[in-house]
């Protein structure tokens, strides 16, 4: 006779179960609107969402891979790592001197500094790197812990969103809408 604990363990995962395809789901409800608004040159593909899966660079190069892949992450409460990588790619851009005082310091205390309120997960080294290199910052200063987040993403976010209800989904979906002419 199964325990208590069991039983318990086996409705909990059944429910897991059930909230992931209910996100999954909704998720695709939402997509659909998105894709709904946008041109037909510029809607998603079947093709295109297949190409998520050969790797992280080809999902985050596409505007719907990059807005799905966001939702997965929010979905799990952990999309501190996406926000700092894109963070990073719109500080690169800033071309004044002052500006890029300004957010250095913001994305310092936001994703860098211990006990942020987004605080990623890089090693003590490179965070006091950063630190030093804040007060009088480059486009380069946070290249370190954006190179260790895109990482931590491409080993463990990007698979489990590859096999995530989310991607499934949105596959199935575009592969029965595909086949339905």
């Not at 318990?8 to 909230?19: A, V, Y």
């Not at 969402?49 to 190069?61: A, G, P």
């Not at 001197?97 to 250095?104: E, G, I, P, Y």
Request: charged content about 30%.
């Amino acid at each position: 006779m199964p325990s208590l604990f069991a039983t318990q363990h086996f409705i909990m995962d059944r429910d897991d179960k059930k909230r992931n395809k209910s996100i999954g789901k909704n998720f695709m409800c939402r997509l659909q609107c998105m894709f709904s608004q946008s041109s037909s040159a510029e809607r998603l593909t079947l093709e295109d969402t297949q190409q998520w899966s050969q790797s992280l660079e080809r999902l985050l190069d596409s505007k719907y891979g990059l807005a799905a892949f966001r939702n997965f992450l929010k979905s799990e409460y952990s999309d501190e790592n996406i926000e700092f990588w894109l963070t990073c790619e719109d500080y690169k851009k800033i071309k004044s001197s002052f500006r890029m005082a300004s957010k250095a310091k913001k994305i310092y205390e936001q994703f860098i500094k211990a006990e942020s309120p987004k605080e990623i997960n890089i090693d003590y080294h490179t965070r006091e790197q950063i630190k030093r290199s804040v007060k009088s910052p480059t486009i380069y200063c946070f290249d370190d812990a954006q190179k260790i987040v895109y990482g931590l993403m491409e080993r463990d976010s990007y698979p489990r969103f590859l096999r995530s209800d989310i991607y499934r989904t949105l596959l199935e979906n575009l592969s029965t809408n595909a086949t339905k002419g």
